[in-house]
């Protein structure tokens, strides 16, 4: 049996959300953390801190006082993945994702910078086997305990950590046009 057959067959028996979609560079999506019998499977990918994470819950903000309605804020969703990459918010100038010098996968404050004099890499972001999986110059992520969470880092960094668990980025639709006002 041709392997078009059996993922057509395989298409219809199984529910809708169990067989990946193909994702645009423009549409915003989740993350989850795919690596079988590791414990960050199947880990939401979140935004706190400055910094990604999984099992550690999404930190976002929404000046109530000045904006009528905000995303729910309570997922983190990125947009982009044509060599940049960015989270979906609406807060002027946005909030664009890199790796940092140490690896680690980070985002901007609030309206586009870095704090402090970062050497990052706000390029090299892919979105691969027709856009279900999120790369960062070829390769996967690396994900190191910290606690009871796990702190995300490019496997293709130039000084990323040897030691933690390696994953695959699997997109996941999003159901919004912007995942928060901002995050923290």
């Known amino acids: 049996m041709k392997a078009t057959t059996i993922f057509t067959t395989l298409a219809a028996v199984l529910p809708a959300c169990a067989v990946p979609t193909a994702r645009s560079t423009g549409d ?3 993350g989850i953390a795919i690596h079988s019998g590791s ?3 199947l880990s939401s990918i979140n935004a706190n801190g400055n910094s ?3 099992n550690k819950e999404t930190s976002s903000y929404c000046p109530n006082t000045t904006v009528t309605s905000c995303p729910q804020g309570k997922y983190t969703s990125f947009t982009g993945g044509n060599n940049t990459l960015s989270l979906s918010v609406e807060v002027p100038g946005g909030q664009r994702v890199y790796v940092a010098a140490d690896g680690s996968l980070g ?3 609030p309206h586009g910078s870095v704090s402090g004099s970062q050497n990052v890499s706000y390029t090299g972001f892919a979105l691969k086997d027709s856009g279900i ?3 960062y110059k070829n390769a996967d992520w690396i994900a190191v305990p910290i606690g009871t969470a796990y ?9 990323a950590p040897k030691n933690g668990t390696s994953f ?4 996941q639709a999003g159901d919004a046009a ?5 995050y923290l």
């Open 28 to 30: 915003s999506f989740g």
């Open 39 to 41: 414990p960050v499977h």
């Open 52 to 54: 990604f994470w999984l």
């Open 107 to 109: 985002y901007t404050i």
């Open 133 to 135: 999986h999120l790369q």
């Open 151 to 159: 702190k995300v880092y490019a496997a293709a960094a130039e000084n």
């Open 168 to 171: 695959a980025f699997r997109v």
């Open 178 to 182: 912007f995942g928060a006002w901002e």
